[in-house]
């Protein structure tokens, strides 16, 4: 007899009582969501107790849900520190899912469009509610992420894991470590600054090099960036593959990467097997950790150990920079590369960009594809593993030089004033002046000189160096130059009065000691050298910083001596904080 | 029997109902995803504050500043602001209000026909008066207002009310308007059509 005119919940009620129908209906609902674990079951495992009934219905749900289906039901003992794997895969993985989530906060308040991008960055560090610190994380754990893969994918070497059966795992792997890659290079375009359109369009250039050039590397470049240099097109596709073909091979290739470590299980450190064997799968008895409860809570930790790791240096430690908007028209000095690309542009610097740009890395790649089905040495221990260890190592030092090649000092200095004035004072990072606090840019002109002697003998030396302008007429030239257009300086008084800095002023202090600790560096190349800050100010919240680098030029042949000048200057605003950077 | 079958629904009944007290382990676990749901609800109100939009002063959704200039006669045709999509009426009873230049109806954008001396809903034919009070038509209500603080030259500042009635000049010079698109107030009961 029905309490409603069908059967319902009620004549469950009707016939158990309130409580004990409430009860069990909890209890259905939780093995229904758990798929086949009731509360029971649930607080057990909690407790750490043996399940209390067979079959065990902790490995249900491994078998029953969609979210627990890929991960083994339990583990290996050994498989379960942090010793041998250092939870790399398992990293990498949370890095996919970390990026992925930020990225799409991010993508609220972003448009790929070269008149809105940059704007849009602006915004988010400036005003939105957490942009910037969204912004940091992600880019943060970009960088994270491509260490991360990288890493895992040298411990795997290491411990022999890529050995049969486990080959394709490696191949898989390596296709994973290319997409993240490429993943962060386009990602690189997106903000539409200064840094990003170069460092990506030197990037591009190398598809241009495809032989042959006029047929393959042409098109190729058309492809990639939508048009014949890198503008509003280009950045559409670099967005689209950014966030939706990129991310989906990422997906498609980690599912096939983690399936094949589950099916093959993870192999168990080189020492705990013979030689030839792959115990991996079959794990005794008692040496099995249960997925449920003991690793989904480990993870759970580390998820949060991690999220808070990455939090804290997001907040505190790391900053993504911003330069300024992109101009098509103008290269800046010592543009670089992302790091993780600096061996190519390291590599590209000791010759033909064909070679160097494609055949090499694809060479590298290639062997990297292949290293496994050439690799038939059964053996997993280090001892048996001589020459293949030797072959890693010669190649980590191989990156690591070019890497260091790759760096705008190497081979891409330009005159030695020109080097000066840019770590002076830069395109577009703060450099050595601009971080100055505004109260302690005292308006004046100051001297290299100063520091000739000992500090009691500044002043001393100042006023030689006037004179010294004075005989030269040194000074008037230098005067003539900075007034002229379109350096355009406006000397108060019309004449430049030297003078020692200010006690007041120590950074400034620094910055002249930095002045001519450059100039020494430079000595080969400056004969004669002095250096000048000069500092005025218009307005109430803006200075104008000048740098002036002062050298003799001997022309080789005449042996005629020009006495020659380069200054560079920046305004700061007294909001600027550029030491915030 | 009687008692056996009592005894068999005491314990069924116990059994179901009996709630061990977790084992300190077990608490553990329930305060760590206590502590879990606490920061995912505070991230969420995080993302949930990130997310929001922004509402730039002189757009749509912010504060827009006028000056004298763009108040229009006593009973004259409003003055039409597309950008921030309202009209500024100045009634013949020296009385201001800005109407949310919206239908009620189903959001199509009412323009002043100045031949019949009101607003015409070009979409379903509903009709307003220069105060944006209702006519005719399938509009529910009148034209909803912007919340407006008016600044005269006199130093006295006045605001619409909560039901969004007319702000008396009183003869006063304006010095300065603003219309703040992100607050409006609706005409609703007694007075919704008036």
Same mark, same amino acid.
């Given at each position: 007899?029905?309490?409603?005119?069908? /059967?319902?919940?009620?004549?469950?009620?009707?016939e158990?009582?309130?409580?004990?129908?409430?009860?069990?209906?909890?209890?259905?609902?939780?093995?229904?969501?758990?798929?086949?674990?009731?509360v029971?079951?649930?607080?057990?495992?909690?407790?750490?107790?043996?399940?209390?009934r067979?079959?065990?219905?902790?490995?249900?749900? $491994?078998?029953?849900s969609?979210w627990?289906?890929?991960?083994?039901?339990?583990?290996?003992q050994?498989?379960?520190?942090?010793?041998?794997t250092?939870r790399?895969?398992?990293?990498?993985? %949370?890095?996919?899912?970390?990026?992925?989530?930020?990225?799409?906060?991010?993508?609220?308040?972003?448009?790929?469009?070269?008149?809105?991008?940059?704007?849009?960055?602006?915004?988010?560090?400036?005003?939105?509610?957490?942009?910037?610190?969204?912004?940091?994380?992600h880019?943060?754990?970009?960088?994270?992420?491509?260490?991360?893969?990288?890493?895992?994918?040298?411990?795997?070497?290491?411990?022999?894991?890529?050995?049969?059966p486990?080959?394709?795992?490696?191949?898989?792997?390596?296709?994973?470590?290319?997409?993240?890659?490429?993943?962060?290079?386009?990602?690189?375009?997106?903000p539409?600054?200064?840094?990003?359109?170069?460092?990506?369009?030197?990037g591009?250039?190398?598809v241009?090099?495809?032989?042959?050039?006029?047929?393959?590397?042409?098109n190729?470049?058309l492809? @990639?960036?939508g048009?014949?240099?890198m503008?509003?097109?280009?950045?559409?596709?670099?967005?689209?593959?950014?966030?939706?073909?990129?991310?989906?091979l990422?997906?498609?290739?980690?599912?096939?990467?983690?399936?094949?470590?589950?099916?093959?299980? $993870?192999?168990?450190?080189?020492?705990?097997?013979?030689?030839?064997?792959?115990?991996?799968?079959?794990?005794?008895l008692?040496k099995r950790?249960?997925?449920?409860?003991?690793?989904?809570?480990?993870?759970?930790?580390?998820?949060?150990?991690?999220?808070?790791?990455?939090t804290?240096?997001?907040?505190?430690?790391?900053?993504?920079?911003?330069?300024?908007?992109a101009?098509?028209?103008?290269?800046?000095l010592?543009?670089?590369? /992302?790091? %993780?690309?600096?061996?190519?542009?390291?590599?590209?610097?000791?010759g033909d960009?064909?070679?160097?740009?494609?055949?090499?890395?694809?060479?590298?790649?290639?062997?990297?594809?292949?290293? /496994?089905?050439?690799?038939?040495?059964?053996?997993?221990?280090?001892?048996?593993r001589?020459?293949?260890?030797?072959?890693?190592?010669?190649?980590?030092?191989?990156?690591?030089?070019?890497t260091?090649?790759?760096?705008?000092?190497?081979? @891409?200095?330009t005159?030695?004033?020109?080097?000066?004035?840019?770590?002076?004072?830069?395109?577009? $990072?703060?450099?050595?002046?601009?971080?100055i606090?505004?109260?302690?840019?005292?308006?004046?002109?100051?001297?290299?000189?100063?520091?000739?002697?000992?500090? &009691?003998e500044?002043a001393l030396?100042?006023?030689?160096?006037?004179?010294?302008?004075?005989?030269?007429?040194?000074?008037?030239?230098?005067?003539?130059?900075?007034?002229?257009?379109?350096?355009?300086?406006?000397?108060?008084?019309g004449?430049?009065?030297?003078?020692?800095?200010?006690?007041? &002023?120590?950074?400034?202090?620094?910055?002249?000691?930095?002045?001519? $600790?450059?100039?020494?560096?430079?000595?080969?190349?400056?004969?004669?050298?002095?250096?000048?800050?000069?500092?005025?100010? #218009?307005?109430e919240?803006?200075?104008?910083?000048d740098?002036?680098?002062?050298?003799?030029? @001997?022309?080789?042949?005449t042996?005629?001596?020009?006495?020659?000048?380069?200054?560079?200057?920046?305004?700061?605003?007294?909001?600027?904080?550029?030491?915030?950077r | 029997?009687?008692?056996?079958?009592?005894?068999?629904?005491?314990?069924?009944?116990?059994?179901?109902?009996?709630? &061990?007290?977790?084992?300190?382990r077990?608490?553990?676990?329930?305060?760590?995803?206590?502590?879990?749901?606490?920061?995912l609800?505070?991230?969420?109100?995080?993302?949930?504050?990130?997310?929001?939009?922004?509402?730039?002063? !002189?757009?749509?959704g912010?504060?827009?500043?006028?000056?004298?200039?763009?108040?229009?006669?006593?009973g004259?045709?409003?003055? &039409?602001?597309?950008?921030?999509?309202?009209?500024?009426?100045?009634?013949? #009873?020296?009385?201001l209000?800005?109407?949310y230049?919206v239908?009620?109806?189903?959001g199509?954008?009412?323009?002043?026909?100045?031949?019949n001396?009101?607003?015409?809903c070009?979409?379903? !034919?509903s009709?307003?008066?220069?105060?944006?009070?209702y006519?005719?038509g399938?509009?529910?209500?009148?034209?909803?207002?912007?919340?407006t603080?008016?600044?005269?030259?006199?130093?006295? @500042?006045?605001?619409?009310?909560?039901?969004?009635?007319?702000?008396q000049?009183?003869?006063?010079?304006?010095a300065?308007?603003?219309?703040?698109?992100?607050?409006?107030?609706?005409?609703?009961?007694?007075?919704?059509?008036?």
């Amino acid at each position: 007899m029905s309490v409603l005119p069908f /059967p319902s919940f009620l004549d469950t009620i009707k016939e158990k009582g309130l409580k004990k129908a409430v009860y069990e209906g909890i209890d259905d609902v939780v093995a229904y969501i758990t798929a086949g674990m009731n509360v029971k079951d649930i607080r057990e495992a909690l407790r750490g107790e043996a399940p209390s009934r067979r079959p065990n219905p902790r490995l249900q749900p $491994h078998a029953d849900s969609f979210w627990l289906h890929m991960r083994p039901s339990y583990f290996h003992q050994d498989m379960t520190g942090v010793y041998p794997t250092f939870r790399l895969g398992w990293l990498s993985t %949370y890095f996919v899912v970390f990026e992925t989530i930020t990225g799409l906060f991010l993508m609220l308040w972003y448009t790929p469009s070269p008149e809105i991008a940059y704007d849009n960055m602006i915004a988010m560090l400036s005003n939105i509610p957490f942009g910037k610190f969204m912004r940091d994380l992600h880019r943060l754990g970009a960088e994270a992420m491509v260490i991360i893969v990288f890493l895992h994918m040298l411990r795997t070497f290491f411990t022999g894991s890529y050995k049969k059966p486990r080959q394709f795992t490696w191949l898989t792997g390596v296709i994973l470590l290319l997409v993240t890659m490429v993943l962060s290079f386009s990602g690189y375009l997106l903000p539409w600054d200064q840094l990003a359109l170069w460092a990506v369009t030197i990037g591009a250039s190398m598809v241009e090099a495809a032989p042959p050039a006029d047929i393959v590397g042409k098109n190729l470049n058309l492809l @990639v960036r939508g048009g014949p240099d890198m503008g509003a097109n280009g950045l559409l596709r670099f967005y689209l593959l950014h966030v939706l073909l990129l991310p989906a091979l990422l997906f498609v290739f980690t599912g096939v990467h983690y399936y094949k470590v589950i099916i093959h299980g $993870h192999s168990l450190p080189p020492q705990k097997e013979n030689i030839g064997e792959d115990t991996a799968k079959r794990v005794p008895l008692d040496k099995r950790v249960y997925f449920i409860p003991d690793v989904l809570t480990n993870e759970m930790l580390w998820i949060a150990f991690t999220t808070l790791l990455l939090t804290v240096l997001a907040t505190w430690f790391f900053k993504a920079p911003l330069e300024s908007h992109a101009n098509p028209q103008q290269t800046p000095l010592h543009t670089v590369a /992302p790091w %993780y690309f600096l061996w190519i542009q390291g590599a590209l610097k000791l010759g033909d960009k064909v070679f160097w740009g494609l055949v090499f890395p694809g060479l590298v790649f290639g062997f990297l594809f292949a290293m /496994p089905y050439l690799d038939t040495n059964p053996s997993r221990r280090f001892a048996d593993r001589r020459f293949a260890l030797t072959v890693c190592f010669v190649l980590i030092a191989f990156l690591m030089a070019f890497t260091y090649w790759g760096y705008p000092t190497v081979g @891409v200095a330009t005159s030695a004033d020109k080097e000066i004035l840019f770590e002076m004072i830069p395109e577009e $990072h703060a450099g050595v002046l601009r971080p100055i606090p505004f109260d302690q840019l005292a308006p004046g002109a100051y001297t290299t000189a100063q520091l000739e002697g000992s500090a &009691s003998e500044a002043a001393l030396h100042v006023e030689e160096f006037t004179a010294m302008l004075e005989e030269t007429g040194y000074g008037a030239t230098m005067q003539a130059e900075l007034t002229a257009n379109p350096v355009l300086l406006r000397i108060p008084g019309g004449k430049l009065n030297w003078s020692v800095i200010p006690s007041t &002023s120590p950074e400034l202090l620094h910055a002249l000691e930095e002045l001519e $600790h450059l100039m020494h560096n430079h000595k080969a190349e400056l004969v004669n050298p002095f250096g000048v800050i000069i500092v005025t100010q #218009d307005q109430e919240t803006t200075k104008r910083v000048d740098v002036v680098v002062s050298w003799d030029a @001997v022309n080789e042949e005449t042996g005629e001596v020009t006495r020659q000048f380069n200054s560079n200057q920046a305004y700061v605003h007294s909001n600027s904080e550029w030491y915030e950077r | 029997m009687a008692t056996a079958n009592q005894a068999k629904v005491a314990r069924d009944t116990e059994q179901a109902i009996t709630v &061990s007290t977790p084992s300190r382990r077990e608490f553990l676990y329930y305060i760590w995803m206590a502590s879990l749901v606490l920061l995912l609800g505070e991230a969420g109100a995080g993302i949930l504050w990130f997310a929001y939009p922004r509402f730039k002063e !002189g757009t749509f959704g912010g504060t827009f500043t006028l000056g004298p200039g763009e108040v229009p006669g006593a009973g004259a045709a409003p003055n &039409s602001k597309p950008a921030g999509r309202f009209h500024i009426s100045h009634l013949g #009873d020296d009385s201001l209000i800005v109407l949310y230049g919206v239908c009620t109806h189903l959001g199509c954008l009412p323009s002043w026909v100045e031949a019949n001396t009101r607003f015409e809903c070009p979409c379903h !034919g509903s009709k307003f008066e220069l105060d944006g009070k209702y006519i005719e038509g399938p509009a529910p209500r009148s034209l909803d207002r912007f919340v407006t603080t008016v600044y005269f030259e006199d130093g006295t @500042v006045e605001t619409t009310n909560t039901e969004g009635d007319p702000i008396q000049l009183a003869g006063r010079s304006i010095a300065r308007i603003d219309i703040d698109t992100g607050n409006r107030v609706r005409r609703t009961g007694a007075k919704a059509k008036l």
